[in-house]
């Protein structure tokens, strides 16, 4: 088995006590380091007593860190023979593993891309001197010193989130999940190796008590979980939570219907249906019920298949687990009365050793779509078909994508306008990506400020904004003068 040890400010810290950590079947495969609250409090003391790194010296290192992780053998594991590792781990299919280590490197090698969007456009960049900044405007400015992830195991592609706080001048404590340790292993290996100093970010496996501590102790916290942790930490303005994405899909009676199934289909299998960005929820306005028989025989097409085969598309697990995750989901389905389940999942066993098993996808029509199971995520491909009224778009409200299938201007912008819906898609599956588009919010909206900012002698005169009274009258005034 691999001994996995945590990365602490002085190195790799082997702890007496450990956890063993079993793969997707149910068979021990790794023992991972558990570190104590009080080393934990201490490392975050010295994060916090260290210089960020120069900011004109972040995108090289961390380009190096892209090379390397890439290219560099870490726990004797290239990148190929890691991404089997994990995927054996975790139960995410290989090709999902790939593309999010794709994404890791794409992201170590534009850190600074989403930094530059976030930013404000009155505010200097940050890390700019105060001599280099303007005589009077404003500056970037963290609003704290410690960022501490509390990282999600259902996908490696949240690491690649974080990196952002690194350029931006954070020191970081990751707490891996205990399901997939290995993504960030690496990763924080990978940046150590390029000259990261081990002074700015650290690995700190550790159990649920001791996690606590870390977002006590941190500026800022980044907390993934269920509904359970978005209670928790709702009231707390230091603590970002990535909850349940509930994300939708409206397929309008304008629109073109297999155009619409497509979409459908896409978002949920993406990443095998875990990601908080696959689709849980369809909404149709003409005949739900001939489009959910529809999506079922298209989704019914996905083959259990071991995570490591190039064709899996479904997560996998242990077999006791798996018929747990089925039987939860047909008990909701029937508890719902009227509920009409189309395509109901199923635990398949699979070859070799252990009790590897995959989920099949499960398809199931409401009544209405103000039933609170449209909103009901399973990690594995499960969505709750509803009928769509015109009338009724607040019940798109708190998703985390909303995808609209529509040529309708006004059923776009009146979903554009829910205050709980971060981001709003038109004719694009609800996983859809880009590195431009943020996937729930720019990261540095948390973890920055406008800090007003002046110097000199004399301050120079005010400067119109765009849209103000003075920029109109200046425009008006040019065009009288004709210059």
Not at 69 to 74: A, G, H
Not at 150 to 173: F, K, Q, T
Not at 258 to 281: E, F, K
Not at 397 to 422: I, K
Request: one cysteine or more; charged letters at 20%; aromatic letters at 4%.
């Amino acid at each position: 088995m691999l001994d996995i040890p945590a990365l602490g400010p002085s190195g790799p810290y082997r702890t007496r006590r450990r956890v063993a950590v079993p793969d997707a079947s149910g068979l021990a495969a790794l023992e991972l380091a558990s570190v104590p609250g009080l080393v934990v409090s201490d490392w975050i003391g010295r994060l916090r007593a260290a210089a960020p790194l120069p900011a004109a010296e972040v995108p090289g290192v961390l380009r190096k860190a892209a090379d390397v992780f890439e290219t560099e053998e870490v726990l004797g594991d290239d990148l190929a023979a890691h991404e089997r590792r994990v995927s054996a781990l975790t139960g995410t299919p290989a090709t999902v593993v790939r593309e999010c280590d794709a994404l890791i490197a794409r992201t170590l090698r534009d850190v600074a891309r989403a930094p530059s969007a976030a930013r404000p456009a009155g505010c200097a960049p940050a890390g700019t001197a105060p001599r280099d900044a303007p005589a009077a405007g404003a500056a970037w400015c963290r609003t704290g010193d410690v960022f501490a992830v509390h990282a999600a195991g259902n996908s490696p592609g949240v690491h690649a989130m974080w990196l952002e706080a690194l350029a931006l001048g954070y020191r970081i404590v990751v707490r891996p999940s205990n399901r997939d340790p290995l993504t960030p292993f690496r990763l924080v290996t990978a940046l150590r190796r390029a000259g990261l100093p081990d002074t700015q970010v650290v690995l700190a496996p550790c159990d649920h008590a001791t996690a606590d501590v870390i977002v006590e102790r941190a500026d800022r916290a980044l907390v993934y979980g269920g509904q359970d942790v978005v209670d928790r930490y709702r009231n707390r303005a230091d603590v970002r939570v990535q909850g349940p994405g509930r994300s939708k899909l409206v397929v309008a009676a304008d629109a073109e219907r297999d155009a619409g199934l497509g979409l459908a289909v896409a978002g949920a299998l993406h990443h095998a249906g875990t990601a908080c960005t696959a689709t849980t929820g369809v909404l149709v306005e003409d005949d739900p019920a001939g489009f959910a028989a529809d999506l079922a025989v298209a989704l019914g097409k996905a083959a259990p298949a071991r995570p490591q085969d190039p064709d899996a598309l479904l997560p996998c697990m242990p077999r006791a687990v798996a018929q747990g995750l089925a039987a939860a989901l047909l008990e909701r389905a029937e508890g719902a009365g009227d509920a009409v389940v189309h395509l109901a999942p199923r635990a398949e066993r699979l070859p070799g050793d252990g009790a590897l098993a995959a989920v099949t996808p499960a398809v199931v029509e409401l009544a209405s779509a103000r039933d609170p199971l449209l909103s009901y995520e399973m990690p594995f491909p499960c969505v709750w078909v509803a009928p769509f009224e015109r009338d009724a778009v607040d019940v798109l409200d708190g998703s985390l994508v909303l995808s609209l299938h529509t040529g309708d201007g006004d059923l776009v912008a009146e979903a554009a306008g829910l205050t709980a819906v971060s981001n709003v898609y038109v004719g694009r599956p609800t996983s859809w990506t880009h590195p431009d588009v943020p996937h729930d919010g720019f990261l540095g909206e948390f973890l920055m400020r406008a800090k007003g900012l002046a110097h000199g002698g004399r301050p120079p005169a005010a400067r119109p904004y765009p849209g103000s009274s003075a920029a109109t009258d200046a425009a008006k005034e040019r065009e009288r003068s004709g210059t």
